[in-house]
């Protein structure tokens, strides 16, 4: 009996854990919104500087873009990238661009350059920089409209 009671104590411990971690788990998962202050004023700032290096000739300075070029700021690009996540946007700048050197721009650079698009956008500067690690970039959705004001 002491036996069959110790196993079933157990078996519930052990259930509590795994809840826990599966409640964790989901909180880390938890996509956040580009609207919640997910790069630094720097960061965008940095990625502007890139930008006028490296993309400016194509996409414009005012990120208005032209018909070889997408647009970059405005509703074009909110529609396009509506519902994707920052880490799709960093892995497109990264490998495909600049167009005439693709593959250029680090991972860090692509990083930063997403940040001055988001600023471009009208989406807030917050406390940290948006993360260079994809799988954390990957948890924060882009969001044509700002879901605090809906």
Known sequence: MK????????????SCVMAAGIVSLQAQGTPRSSWSGVFTAAQA?????????????????????????????GSNFLSNWNGENVADLVERIHT???????????????????????ASNQMPAGQA?????????????????????K
Do not use: W, Y
């Open 96 to 118: 495909s661009m600049p167009a005439d050197d693709p593959g250029k721009l680090s991972l860090a650079s692509a990083t930063d350059l997403a940040a001055f698009m988001l």
């Open 45 to 73: 700032d940095r990625g502007k500087q890139l930008f006028m290096d490296n993309c400016a000739k194509c996409h414009g300075e005012s990120l208005a873009g032209d018909e070889a070029a997408p647009q970059l700021a």
């Open 129 to 149: 920089e948006l993360p260079r690690d994809p799988t954390i970039q990957a948890q924060i959705r882009i969001d044509a409209i700002n879901p605090a004001a």
């Open 3 to 14: 036996a069959a009671f110790t196993s079933m104590a157990a078996a519930v411990a052990m």
